[in-house]
């Protein structure tokens, strides 16, 4: 942690930022005005986008790994992320030191600086990555708790295999969305009343869902598992992420086959991925678990990280964004590498730029938890939201994700993840 608190950069960084020198993390922008440009590699730092194209371009990545490599020339962070761990740490190092506040290369050069920092106000994000497959899990015990308790009863809340794996099913990778798009109310069909059919309409419980999606790199060969203790080797970093949820749709079709046109319209992720190296300062322990896993997920380094979420609300009505939700990724039950594990132990093979969420991640006070469902208890109460109240979202509803790690002098923050609800199709 000292370490990392001696670190400056000559770019001024506010003190509240989530984009200092020790986080650097990594997306990929466009300049406003110039649609017909290809999409370009960043980090970000402060109020800057540092242009890693431009960086290339002028020789600065002078490692063995990134030496003369196109692979920031490219429209996603694709090839850099199949390039593996290696290539990681000689990026961070490389771009640590060029930014930093006594190394005058770029400093000092002001031609040179003005190509590769544009200011954030310049730029538009693009989806960062070309997602090949996305997956979902239900790894917070919380959120499995209440939502057996909301559609089973208290009889037995938490199924008996969700503590021997982590649960999770196959998402929809061609609806994940950068953060600023706006999400279309989804229609379907949800429980009939009585004798009569099915409801078909737009859904009238459209939710969101705070989660976080962990972000693959170097993949596996098909029918070769990732060993657990070898997992994050494969996980290159996180992001925010919203699991649009429409809980009529969801509720009606799930029995037998799990999920479907309940997730699939929409899932948001916010548009800078985190490093796991730069998560290391927040490494804490993860929960206890009972009964002891089976040896294929027993990791020796069992460790979650300590990042505070929250969820605001602002509806189209109000001027101001209201608080509805506040939780932490530590209370999460089964980690990401377990989760890595448990996806390939059947040979599955990942790639780079696939993505795997962890579920709502709810915590244990009634202020924790992750997802309009459990906040409303489906419906049967209100929150407020500003001068109003809601029991799920409402056409119009801006929903706006953010996460920040709080180091000693410093942040690593995710900045936001944010989505607008628009009225259903006629």
């Not at 929809?172 to 949800?190: E, K, N, Y």
């Not at 985190?274 to 002891?292: G, I, Y």
Request: with cysteine; charged share 20%.
């Amino acid at each position: 942690m000292a370490e990392a608190r001696q670190l400056r950069s000559f770019v001024e960084v506010d003190a509240g930022s989530h984009f200092p020198i020790q986080n650097l993390p990594f997306g990929v922008f466009r300049r406003r005005g110039s649609q017909q440009a290809p999409p370009r590699p960043a980090v970000a730092i402060g109020d800057f986008a540092l242009d890693l194209a431009a960086v290339a371009d002028a020789g600065l990545f002078d490692g063995p790994a990134l030496s003369g490599s196109p692979c920031f020339h490219q429209e996603t962070l694709n090839m850099f992320l199949g390039m593996g761990r290696p290539a990681w740490k000689e990026a961070r190092a490389t771009l640590q030191k060029i930014l930093s506040a006594d190394e005058p290369v770029l400093r000092d050069n002001e031609a040179l600086r003005k190509k590769c920092l544009v200011p954030m106000s310049d730029i538009e994000m693009v989806l960062p990555i070309t997602v090949g497959g996305y997956t979902d899990f239900f790894c917070s015990v919380h959120h499995a708790r209440n939502c057996g308790f909301i559609f089973r009863g208290p009889q037995t809340p938490v199924n008996p295999n969700w503590f021997h794996i982590p649960v999770g099913y196959n998402g929809r990778a061609s609806s994940v969305v950068v953060s600023g798009t706006d999400v279309i109310r989804p229609r379907g069909q949800g429980h009939p009343t009585g004798n009569s059919p099915p409801y078909f309409g737009p859904s009238k419980k459209l939710d969101f869902e705070l989660e976080m999606a962990a972000v693959v790199g170097p993949g596996n060969e098909l029918g070769k598992p990732i060993d657990i203790n070898d997992a994050d080797e494969h996980i290159f970093g996180l992001t925010l992420m919203n699991d649009w949820s429409a809980r009529d749709i969801q509720a009606w079709e799930t029995i037998p086959l799990g999920p479907f046109l309940g997730k699939s319209f929409s899932t948001t992720i916010s548009p800078w991925i985190v490093t796991l190296d730069a998560l290391k300062p927040f490494a804490c322990e993860a929960p206890k678990q009972e009964p002891e896993p089976l040896p294929y997920l027993a990791e020796k380094n069992h460790i979650n990280y300590d990042i505070p979420l929250e969820v605001w609300i602002k509806p189209k009505d109000q001027s101001d964004a209201s608080l509805v939700t506040k939780t932490n990724f530590n209370h999460l039950y089964w980690t990401v590498t377990q989760q890595l594990a448990h996806h390939t132990i059947n040979g599955c093979n990942m790639r780079p730029g696939d993505i795997f969420a962890t579920g709502t991640l709810s915590g244990p006070e009634p202020e924790s938890l992750g997802c309009l469902l459990e906040l409303t208890w489906n419906g049967q109460k209100e929150i407020p939201v500003g001068n109003s109240a809601r029991k799920f979202l409402e056409d119009g509803d801006e929903v706006i994700l953010t996460g920040c790690c709080k180091g000693e002098g410093y942040n690593i923050g995710f900045g936001t993840c944010t989505g607008k609800v628009l009225p259903a199709l006629p």
